[in-house]
């Protein structure tokens, strides 16, 4: 049985948990909890491309997967409904000073 996240509509981003967002299950919620990132509003303030790079940076071995997915938890869309050329924009973005 797969398990339903919370609905978050109508709810202040600030107080919303990242992992009740689309995408997001509790691996990455950890992840983001451990840079920093635990609402909503903390994943909206730094960013899909920024949040990805400060994962990468602080040793979390994340994929252009988690890339899409924290963009589409931002947009309520689920990962592999991005746009293709979304997608290539922020993965370009994600490498840029690699």
Known sequence: ?????????GIPSA????VT???I???SAKWLAAVGI???KDLEDIGAVNAFRLMRSNGYNVTPVMLYALQGALMDLHWNRLPGKLKDEIRA??????
């Open 1 to 9: 049985m797969v398990e339903k996240k919370p609905a978050s509509k």
């Open 15 to 18: 107080e919303v948990s990242v």
């Open 21 to 23: 967002l689309k995408n």
């Open 25 to 27: 299950g509790p691996q």
């Open 38 to 40: 635990v609402t909503k």
């Open 93 to 98: 973005r994600a490498r840029a000073d690699e």
